[in-house]
């Protein structure tokens, strides 16, 4: 089965890291978000408080037009 290239470039851009500044990190996560991503999954081994208190305090905003609902398990 063929995909276009588009399909491919789309697959390699929602795989890729989300790097950069809070405001190049919420535009990605915006984009995302059109596309209907509902998740995402946040893995930073090493990360430092630092850098998670930017996270909570710079790009969470971005996002909370609903309450955080917790994953079940």
């Known amino acids: 089965m063929r995909t276009s290239r588009k ?3 789309r697959s ?3 795989d890729a890291p989300l790097l950069g500044t809070p405001e190049e990190i919420i535009a ?3 984009h995302l ?3 209907g991503v509902e998740n995402v ?3 930073a081994p090493g990360a ?3 850098g998670l208190r930017t996270f ?3 790009i969470m905003p971005a996002f909370d037009q609903e309450p955080m609902a917790l994953a079940q398990v």
């Open 7 to 9: 399909m491919r470039t």
């Open 12 to 14: 390699l851009l929602d």
């Open 28 to 30: 990605r996560l915006k």
């Open 33 to 35: 978000e059109a596309g």
């Open 41 to 43: 999954l946040f893995a």
């Open 48 to 50: 430092s408080v630092a």
């Open 56 to 58: 909570a305090e710079e």
